[in-house]
Each structure stands twice: as C-alpha cells, then as structure tokens.
C-alpha cells in the first residue's frame, strides 16, 4: 500500500533516555539522513524524546496533526521502559490490541528459539505471553516487517515504529520509504552548491543571503569556522531548484566578490 502523502515534511523521533544520559549515541537521524537523500528526498526535522509516557504522548500529538511523515526508533519492546506503543495509542484515542500478524510472528520467533535450545514454543508460557506484548499496536494499525528476527514494528497514520536496534530499524525504514512512499522518491529535482569565502563578516553579506531566497525561492545558508588553526571562513552556499539555485549561486558569489571576499582556490 502507498500513502498518497504528496510533498508533505519527513521526520524523525528517536525515543530512549540512554540518548539523553549519554549511555547510547544516536545513530539513526544519519542514517535516515542517507536514506532520504539516495531517494531524493529530505529530512525537514528531528527530535529525541526520553521514555516519559506523558512527553511522548504530547509529541506524538504533535507529530500525527502535524500531517508529515514520520519514523519513530525506540521503545516499542515490552519491558517497563517502553512506552511508545501505549503512547502512540494515547494520544490517537486508539486501544492497544493484539495484532493477528503480529501474534503469528511472534509465535514463530520463538519456535525459532526453542528448535535452537532457548526457551519453548509453547505461547502460554509466561514468558511468551510477555513477549505476545510487543504485537499490541494501536487499533488500525499496520504491521512493518522486521527481516531481523522477525518480531515487527507497526505503521499507523504515515507513522513508521520501529525497534531502537539500528540492524532492525534501519531495514524497516528503508522498506517503508521503498514501498509506502516511492511515489515520493526523486519527485523535486534538489541541488546543492557552496563555496568559501575569507576575510568576510557574516553581517556583511546576510543582506544577500536574504536576496537570494526572496528573488529565487530557495534556501540559503552561511556556515562560518573559526578556522581550527588556520583561517576564519564562512561556507556559503543555496539549495534548492537545480535552474533558481544555479543564478542564486551566481548572485551571491557576486555579492561576495563586491563585499570584498577573498575567494579559496
């Protein structure tokens, strides 16, 4: 099935307070960065949110209003810190239930394991009857297939839910943005072009930059270094429709040569 989710935003939740403490470094707004980008597309934004069910609550709020694609890394296991599932059911009014599809993988996961010496098959098991918990998704939802170990996320409203393991995650995103979304790829033709500048106060050429977007229509942006031991410089560059960015670059090269710039070689 594919979301008819035309030139709407893409963002990104990652969930966990191991990000937030320092114990785990996110790995995911990059890579869902690279993803996007083989698929012409964009992220617009990105946010980490701790495991406190009320925060999460109010963000997905937020996000399900917001009408933009969305995927969302972490929290969606069975243990008490967990609280994505229920959070995203909160905040949609939806109860949590146990998904068919999801039970029957979660079933074969762990005949899986018990042929392998670990654990039974037998689903009435307390322990198995923890594990049916990761099937529980909000009431409508979708499941999005987990190549890994087979124990799925879920898709609800153009949301993506997927484990925080980046070698179950990152798989799952990718063939969400590969089915869901296709129509998508490559549909704005984007470019990028910059170049560096010495000798040039930021202050002195923002007047330009604000030209550049206001005549052109695209995105202009200035990233200056302190220069790490050697010289100060500014990066300036545009972004955006690959005919508009091309005179907008021309432009502010221009503008920079007549503010005095020294231009690397």
């Known amino acids: 099935m594919q979301s008819n989710a035309k030139d709407r935003r893409i963002g990104v939740i990652v969930v966990g307070d191991e990000i937030l403490s320092g114990r785990r470094q996110d790995q995911h707004v990059a890579k869902v960065i690279q993803l996007l980008g083989a698929r012409g597309l964009q992220l617009a934004w990105a946010q980490i949110v701790g495991d406190d069910e009320d925060l999460l609550v109010q963000t997905y709020e937020r996000s399900f209003a917001s009408g933009d694609i969305v995927f969302s890394c972490g929290g969606i296991g069975a243990t008490p810190d967990d609280k994505t599932r229920q959070a995203v059911a909160a905040a949609l009014g939806l109860p949590l239930v146990l998904h068919p599809e999801a039970e029957a993988l979660i ?24 594990r049916l918990l990761m099937g529980e998704f909000p009431e409508g939802s979708e499941i999005v297939a987990n190549t890994y170990n087979r124990i799925p996320g879920f898709w609800i409203r153009d949301h993506t839910f997927a484990p925080g393991f980046p070698v179950m995650a990152w798989p799952m995103i990718e063939a969400t943005l590969d089915t869901r979304y296709v129509a998508l790829h490559h549909k704005t033709p984007r470019v990028e072009h910059s170049f560096v500048v010495y000798g040039l106060p930021e202050s002195r050429i923002t007047p330009a930059l604000r030209e550049v977007e206001q005549r052109w229509g695209v ?10 031991g050697g010289r100060a410089h500014i990066e300036l560059g545009v972004k955006g429709d690959p005919v508009q960015a091309a005179e907008a670059l021309q432009y502010l090269r221009e503008q920079a040569a007549r503010l005095g710039a020294e231009f690397s070689v």
């Open 219 to 228: 995105r202009s942006f200035s990233l200056p270094s302190m220069g790490s």
């Open 107 to 130: 079933a074969a996961r762990c005949a899986d394991m018990a042929a392998q010496g670990q654990g039974s098959a037998d689903m009435s098991t307390p322990e198995n009857r923890q």
